[in-house]
């Protein structure tokens, strides 16, 4: 199934996007798989290739970013530090 953008739930178990395309998942239910295919070997992401916007794991803001992530909707703006 291909849906973009979607919310996965029980009418959505897979979401397809378009490589190099910005997204974050964020399970809000308990049990819940997320799992990441992507083509090619593993490559570790490259420090600048993290979305500047976004703090990273443990800096100031994540817990407010967590938070944005448990109410955004599909089409919100993104999150400001």
Do not use: N, R
């Amino acid at each position: 199934m291909k849906a973009s953008p979607g919310i996965l739930g029980e009418t959505c178990t897979v979401l397809e996007m378009a490589a190099g395309t910005w997204h974050a998942v964020l399970s809000l239910d308990t049990g819940g798989i997320i799992f990441e295919v992507k083509h090619g070997g593993y490559q570790p992401v490259a420090a600048d290739d993290y979305a500047h916007w976004a703090p990273a794991e443990g800096e100031p803001g994540t817990t407010e970013l967590m938070a944005w992530y448990a109410q955004a909707q599909v089409g919100d703006s993104t999150f400001a530090v």
